[in-house]
């Protein structure tokens, strides 16, 4: 096997070159971080990485020697590839510079010292190549001043001391794990704190896709001519920023702002006001880039860039399922047809509707002691599916599953689910309806009375928790964080009147009368039925309104134990 080390190797790019060379059967040293092995471990078992070809190592770019182990074999490391950088804004110049420049000297000269070096590939920026950072970076923030400042240092040293260097300047690169940049402004469009396009109708800010972009770094040690050479690596084909944050708009379902401040006008407001670091501003240029070098390197390599439009989807997505960043994202979680869906699209056993005010995350402790694969959805206008009739998004929800799966439904999920199955009961094989509100007294439904709209859109996970008398968990935090959205708070109160109505609770009640798809109710004991059903019912001890957040092992079991019930008879 072939040797690498990758410096940085914990970080957003770091960890994908690393990825892509184990599957390549490389023999990668990753040289991270003191304290964050562990956080590129779990990401690459979370991606079924094999890993019998990995070395992992701490390393501190700022000491001369790397801070290295001494007892590291690095005997037949041919290729250096340096991911180590501060990419932020609002840095203190000394701290960007220390890894940023001093780090990257630090990097070149003990690559320098192998006996076998064929290459070392460094990452730096797109913005150290327009004229316009070359000539102000000392007006710039730390972080593009120390980008730009490194680029010339690296390629002067490496000249002089005869290292085969290659700089790839890439633009944004996007992905699993990207949320700096034009992330930010994806979330406050999502969050609608967006209230204008910041720049121009020609404002350029591209992207370039993570995939691509490793395979690009991963080809440059292999092609001889590649040393002592810079590339500029960007989709050509990203859309001016206005249009982009309309195609991001319209996949996330909310409103794109139809006015546009100049940068310029931006740079001389508050900081208060715009909410955005300063440092920002710069990268909101007209500015165009070469990329033929790039292109041709990526016609020999055999690379071909993904559409841009579907990179953006596909980041935008991964976005909101991680809730920018703050928890794992479940990377089966998207938009269908303007629904948020999770799990298994083709071929669920279980289909998933939650309750209010919840989204379809209250389902994650009962997804995991199921006896099959399940989907979950949230309901057309809350939690993150766009706006629209609830029954109609179920159904086109589940345009794409192949099996007839058991529909769940809890509180308000359960009307859905119930009118889907007297409407296509050839579709399911039977429904299960835990805490059906229409069924019990109106007090039993959420979203009492101290919960108005301007409360619910203030909520913390934490009060929200309080309230539904549930513990603080993951599920309880992205109700609170979709809450807080526009419109989803008022939408939710809308519901539960609706719920509510008196009309409601006696069509929902005929409709279960008459419904031909096998039936099951699944009840807390603290909070019963009061209405009377001949369908088999299933009572928790202990359990409320919210029993798949506080019984979820319980009803996991009692979905399971239907699922057979129905299969012996």
């Not at 991270?32 to 701490?58: C, E, F, K, M, Y």
């Not at 690596?233 to 702002?257: E, W, Y």
């Not at 002691?369 to 766009?386: F, H, K, N, Y």
């Not at 709209?453 to 909520?459: E, G, H, K, N």
Request: glycine residues 8%; hydrophobic residues 40%; proline residues 6%.
């Amino acid at each position: 096997m072939s040797g690498s080390i990758v410096i940085g190797a914990a970080g957003f790019i770091g960890r994908a070159i690393v990825a892509h060379l184990l599957r390549q059967d490389h023999r990668v040293v990753a040289a991270v971080r003191p304290g964050t092995d562990r956080r590129l471990t779990t990401w690459l078992d979370a991606h079924d990485i094999d890993r019998r070809g990995l070395t992992v190592v701490s390393c501190d770019v700022t000491a001369p020697d790397l801070g290295l182990p001494e007892r590291l074999d690095h005997s037949d490391i041919r290729d250096v590839y340096n991911c180590a950088a501060r990419f932020a804004f609002g840095l203190e110049h000394q701290d960007a510079y220390a890894v940023n420049v001093t780090g990257a000297l630090h990097a070149l000269e003990w690559a320098g010292r192998l006996r076998d070096l064929r290459r070392v590939v460094h990452i730096s920026g797109y913005r150290v190549t327009a004229d316009s950072a070359a000539e102000k970076h000392s007006d710039s923030g730390a972080y593009e001043s120390t980008k730009v400042e490194s680029d010339q240092l690296l390629r002067q040293r490496a000249e002089a001391k005869n290292i085969p260097l290659t700089i790839a300047n890439p633009s944004s690169v996007v992905g699993t794990g990207q949320y700096i940049g034009l992330a930010k402004v994806i979330e406050d469009l999502w969050r609608g704190k967006l209230p204008a396009i910041p720049g121009g109708n020609d404002t350029f800010v591209p992207v370039v896709d993570l995939d691509y972009f490793v395979g690009f770094l991963i080809a440059l040690p292999k092609l001889p001519d590649t040393a002592g050479h810079s590339y500029t690596v960007l989709d050509q084909r990203t859309p001016m920023l206005p249009s982009l944050i309309r195609l991001v708009a319209d996949h996330l379902g909310v409103r794109a702002p139809r006015a546009m401040i100049p940068a310029g006008v931006l740079a001389r407001l508050p900081r208060a006001v715009t909410g955005a670091d300063p440092e920002t501003l710069t990268f909101l240029t007209e500015d165009r880039y070469d990329t033929t070098a790039a292109e041709d390197i990526a016609r020999r390599a055999g690379l071909t860039m993904p559409p841009v439009e579907d990179v953006l989807r596909r980041w935008v997505e991964h976005l909101v399922a991680s809730r920018f960043g703050a928890v794992d994202a479940d990377p089966s979680a998207g938009f269908l047809d303007g629904a948020w869906v999770g799990g298994d699209r083709r071929t669920p056993k279980y289909v998933l509707a939650h309750g209010l005010p919840l989204d379809s995350e209250e389902w994650a402790g009962v997804r995991g002691s199921l006896d099959g694969t399940s989907m979950v959805i949230d309901l057309p206008g809350l939690g993150r599916s766009a706006p629209d009739s609830i029954d109609d998004g179920l159904a086109r929800a589940l345009r794409s599953v192949e099996t007839r799966p058991v529909l769940v439904g809890h509180s308000l999920g359960c009307a859905p689910v119930l009118r889907y199955a007297a409407a296509h009961p050839d579709r399911v094989s039977g429904i299960v309806l835990v805490a059906p509100a229409f069924l019990q007294e109106r007090t039993r439904i959420p979203l009492r009375s101290p919960l108005t709209t301007i409360a619910l859109r203030r909520v913390s996970a934490r009060r929200l928790a309080q309230l539904l008398a549930v513990p603080e968990s993951e599920g309880v935090a992205s109700a609170a964080a979709n809450l807080r959205r526009p419109g989803v708070a008022a939408r939710a109160v809308g519901a539960h009147r609706t719920a509510g109505a008196a009309s409601t609770r006696r069509e929902l009640r005929e409709l279960l009368d008459r419904v031909a798809t096998p039936v099951h109710l699944v009840v807390g004991a603290d909070d019963p039925l009061t209405v009377a059903s001949a369908h088999p019912t299933t009572v928790i001890e202990s359990a409320g309104h919210f029993a798949p957040l506080t019984h979820p092992d319980q009803i996991a079991a009692a979905l399971t134990e239907n699922t057979k019930s129905r299969s012996r008879a």
